[in-house]
């Protein structure tokens, strides 16, 4: 008698202990993401009128959604270049997060800043950190910027300048 009412105990804590860890692996959110690495980049970027951005970078590295490049330069259509450290595409939105020592260049003009944001679909580029322009001999610094690539023009915030001969 005592070993069949051992047998039937241990048998209902078997059961219970199956139904336990089957709940807990419904309520755990476990995903597994694959990571895909790919060298020496080149992707082009197309608006309405064509070719509007050439991007290249050393190392693309795909994980879930979340698309990096490292070692990155943008050169857009109409002249302008961009290089930064990495940058993080937001497919979604058709943005790009640039990432350490981001500089930006024109004609006449140079941007340096550690953060940036890249929107494909304005032509946009603004950031909300430390920002150094020089354009020919002046100087300015400011704190957080707008940059309109067509027409081209920069807005910068909490301005200090500084101009030379």
Do not use: C
Request: glycine residues 8%; without cysteine; positive net charge.
């Amino acid at each position: 008698m005592k070993f069949l009412f051992l047998h039937l105990v241990f048998l209902l804590f078997s059961i219970a202990s199956l139904a336990y860890i089957d709940y807990l692996q419904s309520r755990s959110k476990i995903h597994t993401l694959e990571k895909s690495i790919a060298r020496n980049i080149s992707i082009k970027v197309f608006g309405e009128g064509g070719e509007e951005w050439r991007i290249e970078g050393r190392e693309l590295v795909s994980f879930g959604k979340e698309l990096n490049l490292l070692g990155v330069l943008l050169v857009s259509a109409s002249g302008y270049s961009i290089k930064a450290d990495s940058i993080t595409f937001l497919r979604d939105k058709n943005l790009g997060v640039l990432r350490g020592n981001v500089e930006i260049r024109g004609e006449a003009f140079f941007v340096k800043t550690d953060k940036a944001v890249v929107d494909f679909n304005k032509n946009l580029i603004y950031g909300e950190e430390e920002v150094m322009v020089w354009k020919g001999s002046n100087y300015v610094e400011g704190k957080g910027f707008r940059a309109y690539l067509k027409p081209f023009r920069v807005i910068i915030n909490s301005v200090r300048t500084r101009h030379e001969a």
